[in-house]
């Protein structure tokens, strides 16, 4: 795993090396174990490298001045073994056994093309010196990050991360009000948008290319989720084919020079990669987990009990109740305001996991596959309901009753019936935008002052959620909150969250189940066998039977998740009245200051939960510190420095 940075420029002539070191150096925590530099006539590349394959060799940026082409790599190819047979056959030669130089010479060979046969986690950059143009792309599901702009003299830059950007001084940091009402719609700030005007994150399943004189490149899609419904697959036959493709994809990424391991929660998807990798593996698996001392929120009671199941090298750490002290560390991890409160775990599972392994296996993605989620069991039950009463009656009936029905937090689930009053008053799109906010329209719009309502002249968070459904494969209700999930939910705060908290400890974490052709497979899938009454992830379950015990696979789902309400309540209350009422999202003129003060008041006062609501505008307080602070770059070890004429040393 590694970091990457690069500038082309707009002119003729060299960039400026110690920008590139800066913006490279910011980066140091991705790759810390060697660092390279290419220079060249309009373009300068720098990598940090964190050592899997090939630990000898591999070395980035990796040129070849016969072809006039140079290389940064961040990520893996699993299947740059079967690549590199396929290259040797055409005549290509090989100097080393590292994946970086089977991209390089994939590219070579197919250009734009190579990218539908390659099978792992990527974001690179390649320099073609004779057409003076760069290519970037990023992986199928967004696993690995990308962010690329323009500096106010016209220079395109990138980064793996948002810092290896700001750390360049023509990169402007204006923030865009549009991402910052998806932020507090979402929790975090979906592609293309970053939280800053000018700054993009490339989409996955995405490329784009850019010579100097031209306008400003327009990314271009390769792959998408297909969802073409294969119904006449049998239960036995889907059982049967997901653990053979689940086998296929964990054996190929248990590939690794350096100390490798797993997440392990004790929940259905990080126990079927454990299991798996137990099937491939001739020693104990090194397995990692983290509770908390609240007995709600503790679920290794559970990852204890697979691990002995499946004689793991088992290892746990357990996270105090005032682990909330992370939270301007994580607002210089993530870059961006980011409010996925179980950053805060997943931060100290990273730390813990880097402890023992350089590598680690998670199971993320399987939510998304096969529909796990609770909300989509929800969803699929009120889109029953839309489908039997025109929109013409739904809107005005449900609508009204949904305005008048009290918000009752403290009542009874069954009680709640507020929100699905008002979701069955909404279309599909609009009702499942709804159930993943984190905060409501509503709420929004009483949240906001006046400037920043004129600033976002109309624009709606709902906006990125009507554009991708208008490209979507399926128009059935759970198939298509699916694709809204793999297009919006899981690049922009799973595996961002994933990525930043691994990296910030130089760990490298694959995801097996985010295989994109098992992805593929899965959405073939019809609804019936992942949620089946009110069972979901129905077929991974029944495919798990012979490895997992039952009550594993088919306890209550709790999710990765911290006593947040509680926190607010209680060690946090002090910190959120002065926070949100004296601090930087008091004093931006966003939000209107007697909202404010009354959400802190309602929450404190246990009238209503607005723990989320909350919660976000605590990490967007950190992150407005954050970012008036200068970014700092470490002292590396020696490096390989390049200039177009070969290596120098």
Same mark, same amino acid.
């Given at each position: 795993?590694?970091?990457?940075?690069?500038?082309?420029?707009?002119?003729?002539?060299y960039?400026?090396?110690?920008?590139?070191l800066?913006?490279?150096?910011?980066?140091?925590?991705?790759?810390?174990?060697?660092? *390279?530099?290419?220079?060249?006539? *309009?373009?300068?590349?720098?990598?940090r490298?964190?050592?899997?394959?090939?630990l000898?060799?591999?070395?980035?940026?990796?040129?070849?001045?016969?072809?006039?082409?140079?290389?940064?790599?961040?990520?893996?190819?699993?299947n740059?073994k079967?690549?590199?047979?396929?290259?040797?056959?055409?005549?290509?030669l $090989?100097? &080393?056994?590292?994946?970086?130089e089977?991209?390089?010479?994939a590219?070579?060979?197919?250009?734009?093309?190579?990218?539908?046969?390659l099978?792992?986690?990527?974001?690179?950059?390649?320099?073609?010196?004779r057409?003076?143009r760069?290519?970037?792309?990023?992986?199928?599901?967004?696993?690995?990050?990308?962010?690329?702009?323009?500096?106010?003299s *016209?220079?395109?830059?990138?980064?793996?991360?948002?810092k290896g950007?700001?750390?360049?001084?023509?990169?402007?940091?204006?923030?865009?009000?549009?991402?910052?009402e998806? #932020?507090?719609?979402?929790g975090?700030?979906?592609?293309?948008?970053?939280?800053?005007?000018?700054?993009?994150?490339?989409?996955?399943g995405?490329?784009?290319?850019?010579?100097?004189?031209?306008?400003a490149?327009?990314?271009?899609?390769?792959?998408?989720?297909?969802?073409?419904?294969?119904?006449?697959?049998a239960e036995?036959?889907?059982?049967?084919?997901?653990?053979?493709?689940?086998?296929?994809?964990?054996?190929?990424?248990?590939?690794?020079?350096?100390p490798?391991?797993?997440?392990?929660?004790g929940?259905v998807?990080?126990?079927?990669?454990?299991?798996?990798?137990?099937?491939?593996?001739?020693?104990?698996?090194?397995?990692?987990?983290?509770?908390?001392?609240?007995?709600?929120?503790?679920?290794?009671?559970?990852?204890?009990?697979?691990a002995?199941?499946?004689?793991?090298?088992?290892f746990?750490?357990?996270?105090?109740?005032?682990?909330?002290?992370?939270?301007d560390?994580?607002?210089?991890? #993530?870059?961006e305001?980011?409010?996925?409160?179980?950053?805060?775990?997943?931060?100290?599972?990273?730390?813990?996991?880097?402890?023992?392994?350089?590598?680690?296996l998670?199971?993320?993605?399987?939510?998304?596959?096969?529909?796990g989620?609770?909300?989509?069991r929800?969803?699929?039950?009120?889109?029953?309901?839309?489908?039997?009463?025109?929109?013409?009656?739904?809107?005005?009936?449900?609508?009204?009753?949904?305005?008048?029905?009290?918000k009752?937090?403290?009542?009874?689930?069954?009680?709640?019936?507020?929100?699905?009053?008002?979701?069955?008053?909404?279309?599909?799109?609009?009702?499942? $935008?709804h159930?993943?906010?984190?905060?409501?329209?509503?709420m929004?719009?009483?949240?906001?002052?006046?400037?920043?309502?004129?600033?976002l002249?109309?624009?709606?968070?709902?906006s990125?959620?009507?554009?991708?459904?208008?490209?979507?494969?399926?128009d059935?209700?759970?198939?298509?909150?699916?694709y809204?999930?793999?297009k919006?939910?899981?690049?922009g705060?799973?595996?961002?969250?994933?990525?930043?908290?691994?990296?910030?400890? &130089?760990?490298?974490?694959?995801?097996?189940?985010?295989?994109?052709?098992?992805?593929?497979?899965?959405?073939?899938?019809?609804?019936?066998?992942?949620?089946?009454?009110?069972t *979901?992830?129905?077929?991974?379950?029944?495919?798990?039977?012979?490895?997992?015990?039952?009550?594993?696979?088919?306890?209550?789902?709790?999710?990765?998740?911290?006593?947040?309400?509680?926190?607010?309540?209680?060690?946090?209350?002090?910190?959120?009245?002065?926070?949100?009422l004296n601090?930087?999202?008091?004093?931006?003129?966003?939000?209107?200051? &007697?909202?404010?003060?009354?959400?802190?008041?309602?929450?404190?006062?246990?009238?209503?939960?607005?723990?989320a609501?909350l919660?976000?505008?605590?990490?967007?307080?950190?992150?407005?510190?954050?970012?008036?602070?200068?970014?700092?770059?470490?002292p590396?070890?020696?490096?390989?420095?390049?200039?177009?004429?070969?290596?120098?040393?």
């Open positions: 795993m590694c970091g990457l940075a690069g500038i082309v420029s707009s002119q003729h002539g960039p400026d090396e110690r920008v590139l800066a913006m490279r150096d910011v980066q140091r925590h991705r790759g810390p174990d060697e660092a *390279g530099v290419y220079l060249g006539e *309009g373009v300068g590349l720098g990598h490298r964190l050592s899997i394959i090939d000898a060799h591999g070395q980035q940026p990796m040129v070849d001045d016969k072809a006039g082409l140079a290389l940064i790599y961040n990520g893996e190819l699993y740059f079967s690549l590199r047979a396929e290259l040797e056959a055409l005549g290509i $090989f100097t &080393s056994n590292s994946d970086t089977v991209l390089l010479r590219w070579q060979q197919w250009g734009e093309e190579c990218l539908p046969r099978v792992g986690m990527f974001a690179f950059a390649v320099w073609d010196a057409a003076q760069v290519f970037l792309a990023r992986d199928q599901l967004g696993i690995k990050p990308l962010y690329y702009g323009f500096t106010s *016209g220079d395109l830059v990138f980064a793996s991360e948002l950007l700001l750390a360049h001084p023509g990169v402007e940091r204006q923030l865009d009000p549009q991402a910052l998806d #932020y507090l719609a979402l975090y700030v979906p592609d293309p948008k970053s939280i800053y005007r000018g700054i993009s994150k490339l989409p996955p995405h490329w784009l290319t850019w010579r100097a004189g031209e306008p490149p327009t990314a271009r899609q390769y792959w998408d989720v297909p969802f073409k419904l294969d119904t006449q697959l036995g036959e889907a059982s049967a084919k997901l653990r053979t493709l689940l086998d296929e994809a964990v054996a190929s990424q248990m590939i690794a020079d350096v490798l391991g797993a997440f392990l929660s929940g998807d990080s126990s079927a990669v454990v299991a798996s990798m137990s099937r491939a593996s001739r020693q104990p698996v090194r397995t990692c987990s983290i509770g908390f001392d609240h007995d709600g929120f503790d679920e290794t009671v559970y990852a204890r009990q697979v002995r199941h499946l004689h793991t090298q088992h746990e750490q357990r996270v105090n109740a005032d682990d909330y002290t992370l939270l560390t994580l607002a210089a991890v #993530y870059d305001p980011f409010s996925d409160s179980s950053a805060l775990p997943t931060y100290r599972v990273c730390e813990l996991a880097r402890t023992q392994v350089t590598v680690a998670s199971g993320d993605g399987g939510d998304e596959n096969f529909a989620y609770r909300r989509y929800l969803h699929a039950w009120e889109s029953g309901l839309r489908a039997r009463l025109p929109q013409s009656l739904r809107k005005p009936v449900f609508g009204l009753l949904g305005s008048i029905y009290p009752a937090d403290w009542a009874p689930r069954p009680l709640r019936a507020k929100t699905t009053l008002q979701a069955l008053a909404r279309d599909n799109v609009e009702a499942y $935008f159930s993943v906010s984190t905060t409501s329209a509503a929004r719009q009483r949240l906001y002052s006046a400037r920043f309502k004129r600033e002249q109309g624009y709606s968070a709902l990125v959620f009507r554009f991708h459904a208008n490209h979507a494969p399926t059935d209700p759970l198939l298509l909150a699916q809204l999930d793999l919006t939910w899981l690049p705060d799973i595996l961002t969250k994933v990525d930043r908290a691994s990296m910030a400890h &130089s760990l490298e974490v694959r995801v097996p189940l985010l295989d994109h052709r098992l992805v593929e497979w899965a959405s073939t899938l019809p609804p019936a066998l992942k949620l089946r009454g009110s *979901g992830k129905y077929i991974l379950k029944k495919a798990l039977e012979p490895d997992l015990p039952h009550d594993v696979l088919y306890r209550a789902k709790m999710g990765f998740s911290v006593p947040m309400s509680t926190w607010l309540r209680g060690p946090l209350a002090k910190h959120v009245h002065e926070a949100l601090g930087a999202v008091a004093e931006c003129g966003y939000f209107e200051p &007697s909202m404010l003060d009354r959400l802190v008041r309602e929450h404190a006062a246990g009238r209503y939960d607005h723990s609501t919660w976000s505008l605590l990490m967007l307080d950190a992150f407005l510190r954050h970012m008036q602070e200068p970014a700092v770059t470490a590396g070890r020696p490096e390989a420095r390049i200039l177009a004429s070969g290596i120098l040393s």
